[in-house]
């Protein structure tokens, strides 16, 4: 049996991961943890689509119904809403999964499934299909790997030197106003828009004040814009997607 009725959860009982963001306690730990992966493996920090694109309540839900139609789910419905078919499910709508393989949408699904399969949502399980629509059928159960505790003080690596930390670095924005961060020698970052890039550099500028050994990427303003044609070269040239 569901612990809550569809949208009736009190936000008190949730986490709140940000504006109109709240997940069970579970599943909060399971998205951070997906967060982490796509960081680590491909330099994508994936986000939650804008709106109540997590949990839903259910006043949200009827608001959405007026707006968008048959495109919003029937409210009480929603499996936004932490039960869909009878079951205890949270869902969440992941804004920018294509980034995990910009040029390839292919290889993006690929990747995006595996991790998500890795810390334990679902994928695909809509109709119609939505491909950014991932469910937890165990939102109140913490996993293991929330409990872990990582204390900087003994794990961190060791600092590179201080030019190795300051690495030149280039950035520029595609056709569609992504932005890229190009350390030379390393991995290709990207962001969808430059309010993300910038949230993002304060994210990293307070883990280096916590001992963390990040480089924080500079104000777009401090960086050398290049061309299109010249950032697909460095791109390429460091086979950032592969």
Known sequence: MARYQNGRAPLSELVKLGDQHYLPHGTAARWKELQRLAWEKYGVWLLI?????????????????????????????????????????????????????????VLAWSRFVVLCRLVGFTVDFVTPREQWHIGDFDPFTIPAFASVVINPDTTAAPVPEEDEMQAPIIAGRDRDGAVFSIPMGGKVWQYPDVDTYNRHRGTLAVLKEKGWPVVVPPALTEVVMVSQARLDDLILAQGAWS
Do not use: M
């Open 49 to 105: 689509s804008p709106g109540w694109n997590a949990y839903r309540p259910y006043d949200i839900q009827v608001q959405y119904r007026e707006e968008l139609g048959i495109w919003a789910a029937v409210p009480g419905y929603s499996s936004h809403g932490l039960v869909y078919q009878g079951r205890d499910c949270a869902a969440i709508d992941v804004f920018n999964w294509r980034s995990l393989a910009p040029t390839n949408e």
